[in-house]
Every structure is written in C-alpha cells, then in structure tokens.
C-alpha cells in the first residue's frame, strides 16, 4: 500500500504493555533485533500489532505472553502517540499488572530486563513522548 496516497485516517496500530513491578519498582522491557518496521529499535515495551479478530486488549495479553512469558492483567490506557521515524504507526500505550508466569525471552525478543522507571530512557533508540516518560515517573 502506497501510504503517501491518504492525507489522513490510516494508521498501523500498536499495542504496548507498561508493565510495572511495585515490588521491585521496575519497568519490564524486551530487546529486538533487525525490527523490519523501524530499523532504529532496539529496547522496547512488550506489545506488537493486533489482528483485526480480537479485541486490543486480548491481542496484547497474547503478544506480552509470547514476548515474555508472563500473564497480565490490562489497568487502563495510558497514553497513545504516533512517532516522527514512521508517522502511519500508532501506539497505544496500557498499564499492565502481571498476575502470573514464568519471564523469559520469546518470540521477537533477543532479552528481557526489568528496569528502573527513570533508567527506561537509556535503553530506547527511538523516540518516547514526554507523557510516557511523565508517566513512568509516577509509579512508585
């Protein structure tokens, strides 16, 4: 599909999972390697995009599963943002609660790692909006 054809309307959907540890007061986030979409990605938040048969919730459940090994419940809906390396792509970003499972690294992830809120920022190369980064500092 030749996206530069639609002026607006059309987006790629991605769902990502804010999964907090209160705890151990960390973030979970997962390692990829040669993402075909954005080249730049490395660290991430579990997540990916929904078929059209389930509903957004209980696809990223699936994908958090897959990538992670771990069940999860989804709170709410914290934040959704497009990015300037790929304007078409729109993520929707949820506060997750993990009720279960065993981490493990799956299916695109190279890694996992639990890490601090405010140590989240040094492991992306691509763009986090500022509420994300707001957000990640509310959870203590």
């Not at 040669?34 to 997540?47: H, M, R, V």
């Not at 990538?67 to 809906?77: F, Q």
Request: proline fraction near 4%.
């Amino acid at each position: 599909m030749e996206w530069s054809q639609f002026d607006k309307g059309i987006f790629l959907v991605n769902v990502l999972g804010i999964m907090y540890n209160p705890k151990t007061k960390k973030i979970l986030i997962g390692k990829r390697e040669n993402d075909p979409y954005i080249k730049e990605l490395s660290w991430c938040f579990p997540g990916g995009r929904p078929g059209y048969e389930k509903d957004l919730e209980l696809y990223l459940k699936h994908e958090i599963k897959v990538k992670t090994g771990l069940d999860v419940n989804i709170k709410k809906v914290i934040f959704a943002k497009t990015y300037p390396e790929k304007r078409e792509f729109l993520s929707i970003y949820y506060y997750c609660e993990v009720i279960g499972g065993k981490g493990k690294a799956g299916e695109d992830f190279k890694e996992i790692k639990w890490v601090k809120p405010n140590d989240v920022r040094k492991y992306f190369t691509t763009s986090l909006h500022q509420k994300v980064l707001d957000y990640l500092k509310t959870l203590k």
